[in-house]
Each structure stands twice: as structure tokens, then as C-alpha cells.
């Protein structure tokens, strides 16, 4: 499986930014996509998943009505609303099927207060 984000940016605190990662290969089945994200001399973190087939989505609680995840075909979208400067950080697909994982590269996210 491959994985290709795209969509970061500098915006201002408030704003709005969309993320897109592309999925191609292998993304039948039991298949979950979603997005972590590192900021600057932090570990990095869980931001928001969706299954596949079920179509449930998981928030971590920092982005919890902000951020929206949502999925067209292979492709997993992350919409992210109310930007705050903490949100700055790379932020990277990830996909997973049982143990087996897949990481896309990271997309640079700042903002600016």
C-alpha cells in the first residue's frame, strides 16, 4: 500500500485546512486510514481514523469538533477547522490492516497566531 499526502500549509489561528492522503494498493478489507501528527520536539500522535468498511471515525480529544475525517474512494480527507497554533506540526497518513501498517510522508501544518 502505498500512501501520498498532500494539503498543508501556514495559515492563520482560526482558518481552515483540508488534508488529502491518496491510498493505491491493497486497501480491501479490514483496511483503516487515518492521520498522526508530530510537532516540533514532541513524540508523535494520534489525530483521527476511519474504518473502512464501517465507515467509524475516532478523534483524539484535541481535535474533537474541530477536525473532521471523511473518505472518497482511496482517498482519506482531514478537515481541519479552528486551527491553533498547537495543531502546528507534520502531519502523516497513516494506514493499517491488522498488524501490517503504512505510513505516507509527512505534510507540514503551521499556524500562526
Known amino acids: 500500500v502505498q500512501l501520498q499526502a498532500s494539503g498543508g500549509g501556514l495559515v492563520q489561528a482560526g482558518e481552515s485546512l483540508r488534508l488529502s492522503c491518496a491510498a493505491s494498493?491493497?486497501?480491501?478489507?479490514?483496511?483503516?486510514m487515518g492521520w498522526f501528527r508530530q510537532a516540533p520536539g514532541k513524540g508523535r500522535e494520534f489525530v483521527s481514523r476511519l474504518a473502512w468498511i464501517s465507515g467509524t471515525t475516532d478523534y483524539a480529544e484535541s481535535v474533537k469538533g474541530r477536525f473532521t475525517i471523511a473518505r472518497d474512494k482511496n482517498t482519506v480527507y482531514l478537515q481541519m477547522n479552528s486551527l491553533k497554533p498547537e495543531d502546528t506540526a507534520d502531519y502523516y497518513c497513516r494506514g493499517a490492516r491488522g498488524t501490517a501498517e503504512y505510513w505516507g510522508q509527512g505534510t507540514q501544518v503551521t499556524v500562526s497566531s
Open positions: 494498493g491493497g486497501t480491501s478489507g479490514n483496511f483503516v
